[in-house]
C-alpha cells in the first residue's frame, strides 16, 4: 500500500489543493491524524488503480479472499470478527446541547462527553496503520438535492465499500471545495472490543465518530450515520426529509411512470419490493418495475409543490440470506460480479453461498470453519452483499437525475399477522402522518413467547431518527402547504395470516396489484370504501384476475374490523403520549378523532 500512500512526515493536505479553499478539510484531517497517529495518510481518489491496490493489499493480509473468478468474477469475501456482525444501536449515542432535542427514541450523552470518550479511544489508534481519507457525495455528484461528507478511517475494507456506496473519490472533493461544508466522519476498528466500541453522532456539528466495528452500519459512515441520523437533522433545519424508504418507478403499457417511496421495518420486504418483477400477466401488458432506490429516500419540495427524490447511495448493501431467485431474482442477478460478501458461506468450488439459495452446498461457514448444520447456519443471518446499483437489471438511469424524481404515493408497512387489511389510503396528509407515526410490526411466539405484541417503528426510523421523534413528526406535518402538491399516503400489510397461521397474501410479484391500485387512486381512476382508519379498495376495484383468494382471505385481506381497532387507537394514542408535549397537537388530534369515529 505504501505505493499510493504518503508518508505522515509529508503535508496532510489535500492532493492539488490551494490550501484556503480547503482549509477547514486539511485541518481537520491534521487535527486527526494527530490524535490517531498513523504511519501513513492516503487520500482516496476513487481510481480504477487505486481500488485494485487496495484489493490486492487485502487480499495479501487475508481481510478479502477471492471467490470463484468463472461464476463470480471480480467477487470476493470478507468474515468479520465473530462478536462484529451487526449495528449496535446500544452504543449508538446521539450527543446534542439539551438531551430533549435527541428524545426518548435515542440514547443520549452530552456532546463534549461524547468528545471526551471517542477521543480518549481514537488517541494513539491508528499507528502502524494507514490512515485513508475518503471525500464522498450522497446522491448524484451533481444534484442540489445532494451533500458530501469526508470519512477518515483506518480500514481498507471500508474504502473499497465506500467506492461502491457512494459517489468517492476526486469528484466528490472537487464539489467540497466548490461549496466548503461536508459532513465529518472519523472511524477506527481499533482492537475490535464490543467494551470498547461506540458510535457518537453530533448532529448539531454534522460530525460522527465511530470506534470499534468494522461491521457496515457502524463503518460505512455515509450509510445510517450520515444519510439518516445526521442527514435527518440537516434535512430538518433546511426543509427537506431524509427517509428510510425504497424508491421505485412504476411504468404502466402507456409508457407513463409513477415513483413510489415506501418505508418498511426490517424482515418486512423492502428490497424485494424494490426490484420486484411483474406478475407474467402484467409484463405481457407492458408493466415494468424500475429500481431507484433500496433503502435511503432524500424528498425536497420542487417548485411545482410535488416532493422530489433522490438515492443518496450509489449501490446496495443487502442481507444475503433468502435472497434466491424466487424470493427476488433481480438482486441475486445483480450480484453474480463485482461483489464484496460479507459473512457468507463458501461451496467447494469456492461460490458464496447462504440459507435460501436456490442451489449449491456450502463446505465452510462464515467463522472459516468446515460447515456442521449443527452447530448454525452457514451464513451469519445478517450477512451482506455490498454491489453497484447499477449492476440490478431494474436500475433506472433516473437514479441520476439531478433534480430528483416525483414522488406520486408515500407508502409504510409492516409486519402484521392480524387486524391490518392488505392495503389502506389515509384520508389526508396530516392522516398519512398518523399512519407512519403508529406503523410497526407484530412478535410471534416463537421469537418472544406471546402473540401480537407491538412494536412501534415510526416511518420504519425507530433506529436512524437523529432528534426527538416529536419534533420529527411536527417536521413531516409541515408540508402541507397550501400551495404544496403531496403524494398520496398508503398503509399494506402483505403479512397477514389466516386462522390457520398461513399467509393470506401470495406477496412477491403479486405485490404489483396493489401498486397499481394506488397510483389509480393518484389518478383518480379507482374508487374506494371509506371506513374510519382510511380508505380501502372498493370490490372489484383491485385486479385479483389469477389469484386464488379464499373466502377467509378476502374478508380479512380487504375488511375493516372495527373492535380490534378501537384497541389499537387506544394503543396508539397510549404511544403518542410517551412523547410528552413536544407531540404535536394536531397528531394528537387526529388520532382522538379516529378514535371517536371507530366508536360510532
Known amino acids: 500500500m505504501n505505493a499510493i500512500s504518503h508518508d505522515i512526515a509529508k503535508p496532510a493536505a489535500a492532493p492539488g489543493s490551494e490550501g484556503s479553499k480547503l482549509a477547514a478539510l486539511n485541518a481537520w484531517v491534521a487535527q486527526v491524524a494527530a490524535?490517531?497517529?498513523?504511519d501513513a495518510i492516503h487520500w482516496c481518489d476513487g481510481s480504477d488503480a487505486e481500488n485494485d491496490a487496495l484489493i490486492a493489499q487485502m487480499q495479501a493480509d487475508g481481510t478479502l479472499i477471492k471467490l470463484n473468478e468463472t461464476t463470480h468474477p471480480g467477487s470476493y469475501l470478507h468474515r468479520s470478527h465473530p462478536d462484529d456482525v451487526a449495528r449496535v444501536e446500544h452504543l449508538t449515542f446521539v450527543c446534542t446541547t439539551k438531551q430533549d432535542d435527541a428524545g426518548p427514541n435515542n440514547h443520549w450523552m452530552s456532546p463534549a462527553d461524547g468528545h471526551a470518550k471517542m477521543d480518549a479511544l481514537f488517541d494513539g489508534c491508528m499507528k502502524g496503520r494507514t490512515m485513508y481519507v475518503i471525500p464522498y457525495c450522497m446522491g448524484p455528484i451533481d444534484s442540489p438535492l445532494s451533500r458530501c461528507g469526508v470519512e477518515i478511517t483506518d480500514s481498507p475494507y471500508v474504502v473499497a465499500n465506500m467506492r461502491i456506496m457512494t459517489r468517492m473519490g476526486a469528484p466528490a472533493l472537487a464539489r467540497i471545495e466548490r461549496e466548503g461544508k461536508f459532513v465529518r466522519g472519523l472511524h477506527s476498528i481499533g482492537e475490535l472490543d464490543p467494551e470498547r466500541r461506540f458510535i457518537m453522532h453530533f448532529p448539531e456539528e454534522l460530525t460522527i465518530k465511530s470506534f470499534g466495528s468494522g461491521y457496515g452500519g457502524n463503518a460505512l459512515l455515509g450509510k445510517k450515520c450520515h444519510a439518516l441520523r445526521i442527514a435527518s437533522h440537516q434535512a430538518r433545519s433546511e426543509g427537506w426529509l431524509a427517509e428510510h424508504m425504497l424508491i421505485l418507478g412504476l411504468e404502466n403499457p402507456q409508457g407513463e411512470t409513477h415513483y413510489i417511496a415506501a418505508a418498511f421495518p426490517s424482515a418486512c420486504g423492502k428490497t424485494n419490493l424494490a426490484m420486484l418483477i411483474p406478475p407474467e400477466g402484467y409484463r405481457a401488458d407492458g408493466w415494468k418495475v424500475w429500481t431507484v432506490g433500496d433503502d435511503i429516500c432524500w424528498m425536497r419540495p420542487?417548485?411545482?409543490g410535488r416532493l422530489y427524490a433522490i438515492n443518496p447511495e450509489a449501490g446496495f448493501f443487502g442481507v444475503a440470506p433468502g435472497t434466491s431467485g424466487k424470493s427476488n431474482p433481480n438482486a441475486l442477478k445483480s450480484i453474480q460480479s463485482n461483489t464484496i460478501f460479507t459473512n457468507v458461506g463458501v461451496t467447494a468450488d469456492n461460490q458464496p453461498?447462504?440459507?435460501g439459495l436456490d442451489d449449491g452446498q456450502p463446505v465452510t461457514d462464515w467463522r472459516?470453519?468446515?460447515?456442521?448444520a449443527a452447530k448454525g447456519p452457514a451464513a451469519h443471518p445478517n450477512s451482506r452483499f455490498t454491489v453497484s446499483a447499477r449492476q440490478c437489471p431494474s436500475y433506472s438511469a433516473e437514479a441520476e437525475n439531478a433534480a430528483g424524481v416525483p414522488i406520486s404515493a408515500i407508502v409504510f408497512g409492516g409486519r402484521r399477522p392480524s387486524l391490518v387489511p392488505l392495503v389502506f389510503e389515509a384520508r389526508d396528509w396530516t392522516?398519512?402522518?398518523?399512519?407512519?407515526?403508529?406503523m410497526g410490526s407484530e412478535t410471534t411466539a416463537a421469537a418472544t413467547g406471546a402473540v401480537g405484541v407491538m412494536r412501534r417503528d415510526p416511518m420504519a426510523m425507530k433506529p436512524f431518527c437523529g432528534y426527538n421523534f416529536?419534533?420529527?413528526?411536527?417536521?413531516?406535518?409541515s408540508f402541507d402547504q397550501a400551495d404544496a402538491k403531496l403524494p398520496k399516503i398508503f398503509h399494506v400489510n402483505w403479512f397477514r395470516k389466516g386462522d390457520d397461521g398461513s399467509f393470506l397474501w401470495p406477496g412477491f410479484g403479486e405485490n404489483l396489484r396493489v401498486l397499481e391500485w394506488m397510483i389509480q387512486r393518484v389518478e383518480g381512476k379507482a374508487g374506494s370504501v371509506e371506513t374510519p382508519i382510511g380508505h380501502l379498495p372498493k370490490d372489484g376495484e383491485l385486479n385479483l384476475d389469477g389469484v386464488e383468494l379464499t373466502d377467509e382471505a378476502r374478508a380479512k385481506l380487504f375488511g375493516f374490523e372495527r373492535e380490534g381497532w378501537q384497541a389499537e387507537f387506544d394503543s396508539i394514542g397510549q404511544y403518542l403520549d410517551e412523547y410528552g408535549?413536544?407531540?404535536?397537537?394536531?397528531?394528537?388530534?387526529e388520532q382522538q378523532r379516529i378514535a371517536r369515529a371507530l366508536q360510532n
Open 353 to 355: 453461498w447462504w440459507e
Open 302 to 304: 420542487g417548485s411545482d
Open 470 to 477: 416529536a419534533d420529527y413528526f411536527t417536521h413531516w406535518l
Open 581 to 589: 408535549p413536544r407531540m404535536p397537537q394536531a397528531l394528537k388530534d
Open 431 to 438: 392522516h398519512g402522518v398518523l399512519v407512519g407515526a403508529a
Open 35 to 38: 490524535l490517531t497517529r498513523p
Open 368 to 372: 472459516g470453519n468446515a460447515y456442521d
